[in-house]
């Protein structure tokens, strides 16, 4: 392969952050001397994330992906199974700046020891309907799956292409969170798994998409997809 990592970022609406964000990225894989990719997947963004990205297409080592609007979840998917087939090594992080790249060499000096390490979001505040969401959904992972991934929904993941591949391409098109999942059939097939806390700072800019009631509606979506999703390998 081309690469030793390729790193997938969904974006949408982040006009205000995505360049410094892809530009601290970039700066940071340089530092560590990694050969890598940086997919970035705008999801539909209707402000000027895509005149934004414009600015990264002298560097082939960023590809920048505009497509129509389908979600966060299925954006995610389409970056994973492009990524597998493009470097040994995965990492999925979120374009919100919420988790800094400066803490991802940790990760990567100890890969050789894991098929998958997962954040842990520390200094996270949430709100009560989310708090419960959260825990819904380690504890939905936990009796479907088993234990393994603390942080189940955690998008600051590193994680083998051989182990990701197959578990990738039995979730389903429109899966709203397939991190969760994902987490899930990590501790079921007994991949070799690390939890690393790693600080976690609020949303400066743009806006939660999901809110209120809509929220609970999508919990619930994500509650019945990781329960029907079906791992046998």
Request: hydrophobic share 40%.
């Amino acid at each position: 392969m081309q690469f030793e990592l390729a790193l997938v970022m969904p974006v949408y609406n982040e006009q205000e952050v995505v360049a410094e964000v892809v530009q601290s990225w970039r700066e940071e894989l340089d530092r560590l001397g990694i050969r890598f990719q940086i997919l970035v997947l705008n999801d539909g963004s209707t402000d000027g994330t895509q005149a934004q990205l414009e600015t990264f297409l002298g560097d082939s080592r960023i590809c920048v992906i505009n497509k129509p609007n389908s979600g966060h979840g299925p954006t995610i998917l389409l970056g994973y199974r492009q990524a597998v087939d493009q470097a040994p090594w995965v990492f999925q992080t979120d374009s919100d700046n919420e988790m800094q790249p400066s803490h991802f060499g940790e990760f990567w000096r100890q890969r050789e020891d894991y098929d998958g390490l997962f954040g842990i979001r520390r200094g996270r505040i949430q709100g009560l309907g989310r708090r419960a969401i959260t825990a819904v959904s380690r504890a939905t992972v936990a009796l479907r799956f088993g234990r393994g991934v603390a942080d189940v929904n955690v998008p600051y993941r590193l994680m083998r292409s051989e182990v990701l591949k197959p578990i990738v391409a039995r979730i389903p098109d429109d899966t709203f969170a397939p991190n969760v999942i994902i987490s899930g059939a990590f501790a079921r097939w007994g991949a070799r798994i690390a939890n690393i806390p790693v600080p976690y700072e609020g949303r400066k800019t743009g806006t939660v998409s999901i809110v209120k009631w809509k929220l609970w509606k999508a919990a619930m979506r994500s509650f019945w997809q990781t329960l029907t999703y079906r791992d046998e390998r």
